[in-house]
């Protein structure tokens, strides 16, 4: 008897074993197909059709309905809908609203997955488009820095969004700027440029008295400055 019983609990763990196998396989292939529908035919810094964010946002609720403590879901999902909203006027209120829950889905993502240094460059950049540099905002461009210093869609996220807040930034929170733009220009000294040349702050950085520069940052500032 006691033998069966060992035969039959195995074959319950088994069947569990596989459907949560395949309740995940399943999930997996909704998140991937809300992934390839947001970059298939994209261009380049263009954004997906309005049709593509509805799908792929359907795609995303499965597959938090199938397997809800998946972070990555989550974080997906805030950018689905965050791209959603950016089609709209600024004027709109309903983008005022679609980036709020944009942002309540980061904060989401980031209580599951905290050390994720996309997730925190998410939150200080909507932050930052909803005008609100807050506590919120500084812990998140501390925590993007801090948890992703040499990640490099991080770096350019945080000197982007550095640069563009710069003037209203506090010491601590400008220094923390450029130390980042230290490790960025290392590999990234292209990138760092056309972002420092379209937020055209580079000279409000470049002669900070409160912030003294390192190596790179000082020889790219005069490289940039001179040739204007």
Known sequence: MTRIFGVLCAAALLVAG????????????????????????????????????????????EA??????????VEQAAHARELQALRLQRDDPAQHEGLRQSL??????????PGSPYVWSS???????LGELDAEFHGALERAAQFGPWEPTV?????????VAWRRLGPSSQAL????LERALLRQASEV????????VLPFVCFSSTQP???????FCDEVLVSR
């Open 18 to 61: 596989m459907h949560e196998a395949a309740v995940r396989g399943l999930a997996d292939a909704h998140y991937t197909r809300a992934r390839l529908t947001l970059t298939e035919g994209v261009p380049a810094g263009s954004a997906p059709r309005p049709e593509s964010l509805s799908l792929a946002l359907a795609s995303l609720r």
């Open 123 to 129: 939150i200080a950049l909507l932050k930052l488009r």
């Open 193 to 200: 440029r056309r972002v420092a040349t379209a937020r055209g």
């Open 213 to 219: 520069l390192q190596p790179r940052t000082r020889k």
């Open 104 to 113: 309540a889905l980061y904060r989401k993502a980031a209580a599951m997955r």
């Open 64 to 73: 938090q309905t199938l397997e809800p403590s998946n972070p990555h879901f």
């Open 177 to 180: 700027v450029v130390a980042n």
């Open 155 to 163: 770096q350019i996220a945080v000197a982007d969004i550095g640069l």
